[in-house]
């Protein structure tokens, strides 16, 4: 019986398996953290991640993983009124070898290299180890009953695992709970947290049917532009898709697509009028607008 141990450890099997192609992936995720200063008692934090760029550990080649926090709705006051402050900062070097296996490094917090996940297959009777720190470490065998598949919005399938405690892990995207959930148990003051949409490329490949406001994104969406220097800027919300420039001619400059950076910059560019759209995943507009550079 193949296994192995690590933070969180997953071995073989052989029905599906989603690649990880680093560079392309991208998500969101939410935390709710304890808020007495709210009436409900919490406070909703929306966080992009993403992989961006390279760097080297001790000799070893890692994407670079980045976090941004998009969005607070805190009403108790923590550092100058916000839970986290907004702005991108690195989370930690991340690579996948040819196995599907996903370490990480920082040189800091972990200076010798983590095996994270273990992307290859799972097969039934393999053994299972998810690792918090120190003696905490709880094997579980792969059955029947705790092994499943779920579709993906691409049309294809991954497998999934619920033996720890009915923790979701989905080969590919990792716990539900959280990319980072084997190493980042929850502060005191999170209550609970989730992936709620997970990409690849440009296409979200899956969407967590736990977090009930999905659905209700896309009437909370907010584009804000200015402009500097000839250097257009947009500010768009976690959950766009695609945004498009347009000339006042109807003439498309310029295209992009959510790659979890929701700060854009185009330019430079000429001083005048110009057309923009938002699109969602289907390649619906569901923000047009207008801008002016100066």
């Not at 907004?86 to 917090?109: A, K, M």
């Not at 945004?243 to 700060?263: A, I, M, R, V, W």
């Amino acid at each position: 019986m193949k296994s192995s141990l690590f933070s969180l450890l997953l071995i073989s099997c052989s029905l599906f398996c989603v690649s990880a192609q680093l560079d392309n992936l991208h998500w969101q995720e939410v935390e709710y953290h304890d808020d007495s200063g709210d009436p409900s008692g919490e406070a909703k934090i929306i966080m992009n991640y993403w992989i961006s760029g390279d760097t080297v550990f001790k000799g070893k080649a890692y994407k670079k993983l980045y976090r941004e926090c998009v969005y607070q709705d805190s009403a108790e006051f923590h550092n100058d009124g916000l839970i986290y402050r907004y702005g991108i900062s690195f989370r930690l070097g991340i690579r996948e070898d040819e196995q599907g296996r996903i370490y990480i490094s920082d040189n800091v917090s972990y200076p010798t290299e983590l095996l994270l996940y273990d992307f290859s297959d799972w097969d039934i009777g393999d053994t299972l180890f998810l690792n918090r720190g120190g003696d905490n470490i709880t094997p579980t065998i792969i059955t029947v009953n705790n092994l499943d598949s779920i579709l993906l919005l691409d049309g294809s399938y991954a497998k999934s695992f619920s033996g720890f405690d009915q923790l979701k892990l989905i080969n590919g995207i990792g716990f539900t709970n959280g990319f980072l959930f084997p190493i980042a148990p929850y502060p005191g003051s999170i209550l609970r947290s989730l992936i709620f949409r997970f990409y690849k490329g440009d296409r979200l490949l899956w969407e967590n049917p736990k977090y009930v406001d999905l659905n209700n994104l896309r009437n909370n969406m907010v584009v804000r532009t200015y402009s500097a220097k000839n250097i257009l800027n947009f500010n768009l919300p976690f959950n766009f898709n695609q945004l498009e420039l347009y000339s006042l001619d109807g003439s498309l400059l310029y295209k992009c697509y959510n790659q979890g950076n929701t700060k854009i910059q185009i330019g430079p560019i000429s001083n005048g009028v110009y057309l923009f759209k938002v699109n969602d995943t289907n390649g619906s507009a569901i923000i047009r607008g207008k801008t002016i550079v100066r």
